[in-house]
């Protein structure tokens, strides 16, 4: 089973192209035109061990809201093409990940039903010229088009950059044991026969 995806999306306002092989070892080539997103999303694709190329251009001169967003809704357009009918995965995923003073736990069920939770206030302020109130606008937007229910507590840390980092750190390693494939089965992961 390949477990694959390539996906463009082209609005006014971004162009994005995603490549995502589930079954990878972690490579990445990211170019979004924001930096500091290029290293989290390095960051998701290698401690999750998702092969993913991401190139975008978006209005960056405008903000960088508009290439967050659509990035996070193309990534999940082409996690949930790679998925298929999920048959045979884990389902459910968590990481609780430190880094230094940072400190985050990430819960991932691939239900087919978009639900969005974020506990605990981020710092306002940016890493670089990243505000960091997008790091939540990408999760948001993966989680809707993904269609999963997403759980992110931010426990306690005081450097942006290393709380935003183990966020995606986190959500790697919670995405790569939920798309797992579980050798003890070979159906769909629902009392219900789908998801």
Same mark, same amino acid.
């Given at each position: ?55 975008? #251009? ?6 960088? &809201? $508009?290439?967050? /967003?659509?990035?996070?809704? *193309? %990534? =999940? ?75 992110? #507590? ?6 942006? &950059? $290393?709380?935003? /980092?183990?966020?995606?750190? *986190? %959500? =790697? ?23």
């Amino acid at each position: 089973m390949t477990r694959k995806a390539v996906l463009k999306r082209e609005t006014s306002e971004v162009s994005a192209s995603v490549e995502l092989d589930l079954d990878g070892t972690g490579k990445f080539d990211i170019s979004t035109g924001v930096p500091f997103f290029d290293h989290m999303l390095s960051q998701l694709a290698k401690h999750g061990y998702f092969d993913l190329t991401v190139k975008a #251009e978006g209005d960056i001169d405008v903000d960088f &809201h $508009h290439t967050v /967003e659509d990035v996070g809704i *193309a %990534l =999940g357009e082409a996690f949930s093409e790679a998925l298929g009918d999920k048959r045979g995965i884990t389902r459910y995923g968590h990481a609780l990940i430190p880094f230094d003073d940072a400190l985050v736990v990430v819960a991932v069920d691939l239900s087919d039903r978009p639900c969005f939770v974020f506990k605990g206030e981020i710092p306002a302020g940016k890493v670089g010229d990243f505000d960091s109130e997008l790091a939540e606008e990408f999760f948001k937007s993966l989680t809707n088009s993904l269609r999963c229910n997403l759980h992110i #507590e931010f426990r306690h840390g005081t450097n942006l &950059h $290393h709380i935003i /980092e183990a966020m995606f750190k *986190a %959500l =790697g390693r919670s995405m790569d044991t939920a798309s797992a494939l579980d050798g003890r089965r070979d159906d769909i992961p629902s009392t219900k026969g789908t998801l």
